[in-house]
Structure formats: C-alpha cells, structure tokens
Nanobody, 115 residues
Framework: QVQLVESGGGLVQAGGSLRLSCTAS????????RGWYRQAPGKERELVAG???????NYADSVKGRFTISRDNARNTVYLQMNSLKPEDTAVYYC?????????WGKGTLVTVSS
C-alpha cells in the first residue's frame, strides 16, 4: 500500500521560509507523486504546485514566484520550497500524484504562518 509521508512543516513568521519534503513508498505508482496540495481551515484541498513528467511546473496563482517544487527521482522525494510565506499560506500540506491525486492521502504536514 502506498505510503506518503510529508515533513518540514511548522510555525513560521510571515516573510519566512520553509522546505517541505514528501517521501513516497509502497506503490508502483510512487513515481507519479509530483504534486503538492494544501487544505486551509474551512477550505477544500487545492493544488499548490505540480511537476509534470516533462519537467514543466504548474503553480497556484497565489504562490507563483514564492514556491518552488522539485523532485529527487532516485529518492522518490518531492520538495516544496516556500519563501515569503504569508498568513494565508497556513494549511495542512499534502503530496500526491499529479495532475490527478489518485493515491491515498498521507497525514500531511501543518504549516502555520503568523503575522
């Protein structure tokens, strides 16, 4: 069974930075884990950043210029570098397949950005 483990979240002040990591294992489809999603309190889960197989990236408008997605294919690890964090970035961040998040969701990692 697929296991997605997100890490790197925490409490950070506005303007600060965090780097999230996602390790994927236990599934033949883990190579498709190329996306970051987030769910803010009271909101639906949304795509934050996606990395297509051809290397192209797709970012939510709200994070363009601030977040960068990357992947270490050998380690099946996906990263999300988050800079210039804003309070509205506060959410639980998840990784999953991209562009369709068809794998079982992990626990996510909580990012809290204070003013």
């Amino acid at each position: 069974q697929v296991q997605l483990v997100e890490s790197g979240g925490g409490l950070v002040q506005a303007g600060g930075s965090l780097r999230l990591s996602c390790t994927a294992s236990g599934s033949i489809f883990i190579s498709n884990v190329r996306g970051w999603y987030r769910q803010a309190p009271g909101k639906e889960r949304e795509l934050v950043a996606g990395l297509a197989a051809n290397g192209s990236t797709n970012y939510a408008d709200s994070v363009k210029g601030r977040f960068t997605i990357s992947r270490d294919n050998a380690r099946n690890t996906v990263y999300l570098q988050m800079n210039s964090l804003k309070p509205e970035d506060t959410a639980v961040y998840y990784c999953n397949a991209y562009p369709r998040p068809y794998l079982a969701w992990g626990k996510g990692t909580l990012v809290t950005v204070s003013s």
